[in-house]
């Protein structure tokens, strides 16, 4: 697939994940996630609330939510603030995360602190805040990467900044599933899956470029994107931002985010 399809068919993937009922946070980073729970508002789960910038599932498209909080004054019917955010996934009032760490493993677990090789630092990422905590509370956490290959998928992170596996005690179950540019990935309880690949992937060449072993076994297709799911990301996202997060698509998906807040 070309770039650009790609990151459509993340976008509607990931949009699949939401339930109505659910309540989903997406930060501004994340523009691919927050198209998908913007697109589940707007096909299947109506009934799901998202809250990005603070905004209680605001009436707006992706470059609007994009601008932040100032930007939907007027489009949402409250806000609520990080504090806030943060008191209701410690009781489950937010159901579901995306989140998308630099490196994942087998077991789930997920770095957004550090890449080190060969005992050296090569760069500083932007760390962990809550991600610790968010892993073992959060009922449901929903991965995805834009770049797979083993070194984004180790069989074991450079650094641990939160734990896969959830925790037994509450109930929670940690990273669920995980969205590539190239497959999607379950992490049952046993060991992690290959759950379908995308069009033009093959699965054994999937299993060799992860660093982390996947069970074998017949392998289905991703689903394509339907016509409901097409038409209705190009209402809430006609400049394609989504793009930002691929490697081959970003500039050019800057420059129309830049073109579309001029």
């Not at 650009?4 to 994940?17: S, V």
């Not at 806030?84 to 995360?97: C, D, G, K, S």
């Not at 797979?148 to 109930?171: C, I, K, M, Q, Y």
Request: hydrophobic share 45%; glycine share 8%; aromatic share 4%.
């Amino acid at each position: 697939m070309n770039p650009q399809d790609t990151a459509t068919l993340m976008t509607c993937r990931l949009a699949r994940e939401i339930r109505n009922g659910d309540v989903v946070g997406v930060g501004l980073g994340t523009p691919l996630a927050l198209a998908a729970a913007l697109l589940a508002r707007r096909t299947h789960a109506p009934g799901a609330d998202v809250i990005v910038a603070g905004a209680v599932s605001p009436d707006a498209d992706l470059a609007t939510c994009l601008r932040g909080a100032s930007a939907l004054a007027g489009r949402t019917a409250g806000y609520a603030v990080h504090l806030v955010t943060m008191e209701m996934a410690e009781r489950w009032a937010m159901t579901l995360q995306f989140l998308r760490p630099a490196q994942i493993d087998g077991a789930g677990n997920a770095n957004t602190s550090r890449i080190v090789r060969a005992g050296e630092l090569v760069q500083r990422l932007p760390g962990g805040l809550a991600t610790a905590d968010v892993f073992k509370i959060l009922p449901r956490i929903v991965l995805y990467h834009t770049d797979h290959r083993p070194r984004s998928l180790p069989e074991r992170v450079g650094f641990l900044t939160a734990a896969g596996g959830g925790d037994r005690v509450t109930g929670t179950e940690g990273p669920v599933r995980l969205v590539t540019d190239r497959a999607v990935i379950a992490f049952d309880a046993d060991r992690p899956r290959l759950e379908s690949v995308h069009p033009g992937e093959d699965a054994d060449a999937i299993r060799s470029e992860t660093g982390f072993p996947l069970a074998a076994g017949d392998v289905p297709e991703t689903a394509a994107p339907t016509d409901v799911e097409l038409a209705a990301l190009h209402d809430l996202d006609p400049h394609a931002l989504r793009e930002l997060e691929l490697r081959a698509t970003q500039v050019a998906a800057a420059e129309r985010l830049a073109a579309a807040h001029a």
